[in-house]
């Protein structure tokens, strides 16, 4: 499989750079951002990875396509222990 280009090609042969999506923690106490973005056609296994990355094991992802984010909700074992 190839790897994603962050560039659209457009037919004229100009390039666009794609939109990227924020990601954000919820926890008990709140959200956060984590820090990071993903891009534009990232499905939900590509956040997790990403979050996974970062420290963070999400067991649930919803895409908030009006405000272009993710939010993973996420167990805070700091919190919670």
């Given at each position: 499989m190839p790897a994603r280009s962050n560039n659209l090609s457009l037919p004229t042969g100009i390039?666009?750079?794609r939109r990227r999506?924020?990601?954000?923690?919820?926890?008990?106490k709140g959200r956060r951002s984590a820090g990071s973005?993903?891009?534009?056609?990232?499905?939900?296994a590509d956040v997790s990875m990403?979050?996974?990355n970062r420290?963070?094991?999400a067991y649930r992802l919803r895409l908030d396509a009006e405000?272009?984010?993710?939010?993973?909700?996420?167990?805070?074992w700091r919190q919670a222990a």
């Open positions: 390039t666009m750079s999506r924020r990601v954000f923690i919820e926890t008990q973005t993903v891009d534009g056609l990232a499905d939900a990403a979050l996974r420290g963070w094991v405000n272009h984010a993710w939010i993973a909700t996420v167990i805070d």
